[in-house]
T-cell receptor, first 113, second 110 residues
Framework: NAGVMQNPRHLVRRRGQEARLRCSPMKGHSHVYWYRQLPEEGLKFMVYLQKENIIDESGMPKERFSAEFPKEGPSILRIQQVVRGDSAAYFC???????????FGPGTRLTVT | EDQVTQSPEALRLQEGESSSLNCSYTVSGLRGLFWYRQDPGKGPEFLFTLYSAGEEKEKERLKATLTKKESFLHITAPKPEDSATYLCAVQARNTGKLIFGQGTTLQVKP
């Protein structure tokens, strides 16, 4: 029974490049959440998606960040023109509904050089 | 504004020395309070969900309790393998997002 899968586990990008982070939810889960953990800070909510819908993007930076969860395939968090301040661990979580516990993936650690 | 505060930030215990971690919260209508464990370099691992004041849940050496303002995670006779960061989060009604505290980093020495 596979858990939440994220890839890549580690990603290095130069300033100005694009970063694409992928998340495959647990089997049977149709709700996906993205969180960011900056160094020495707690987990911060970014966006909540269901298939083909963004439900809540109140935690997403206004520029350069976007997320999608297509009908087929994984959820994608896209960061355009990365800056050093984007260096962080990005975690994806999934649940079968919005009032259930969320199960987290292992994270993608983004380093911007 | 929904907020979660955890204390202490760090806790060192000797093996077998029981203690409690605190999670104070303010939220506009609580749907659930969640406890997670996070090991270095890994994603948070789900431990418990509590929904209403007075509720308690147990798992091995861990017991979580909930009041209207705070939650406690009691650790009885801890072992070195219990060393980790313990995260508390709240979820408000009509929202899916979790609001996390900063965490308590527990170190249990043999």
């Amino acid at each position: 029974n596979a858990g939440v899968m994220q890839n890549p586990r580690h990603l290095v990008r130069r300033r100005g490049q694009e970063a694409r982070l992928r998340c495959s939810p647990m089997k049977g889960h149709s709700h996906v959440y993205w969180y960011r953990q900056l160094p020495e800070e707690g987990l911060k909510f970014m966006v909540y998606l269901q298939k083909e819908n963004i439900i809540d993007e109140s935690g997403m930076p206004k520029e350069r960040f976007s997320a999608e969860f297509p009908k087929e395939g994984p959820s994608i968090l896209r960061i355009q023109q990365v800056v050093r301040g984007d260096s962080a661990a990005y975690f994806c979580a999934s649940s079968p509904g919005d009032s259930y516990e969320q199960y987290f993936g292992p994270g993608t650690r983004l380093t911007v050089t | 504004e929904d907020q979660v505060t955890q204390s202490p930030e760090a806790l060192r215990l000797q093996e077998g020395e029981s203690s409690s971690l605190n999670c104070s919260y303010t939220v506009s209508g609580l749907r659930g309070l969640f406890w997670y464990r996070q090991d270095p370099g890994k994603g948070p691992e789900f431990l418990f969900t509590l929904y209403s004041a007075g509720e308690e849940k147990e798992k091995e050496r861990l017991k979580a309790t909930l009041t209207k303002k705070e939650s406690f995670l009691h650790i009885t006779a801890p072992k070195p393998e219990d060393s980790a960061t313990y995260l508390c989060a709240v979820q408000a009604r009509n929202t899916g997002k979790l609001i996390f505290g900063q965490g308590t980093t527990l170190q249990v020495k043999p």
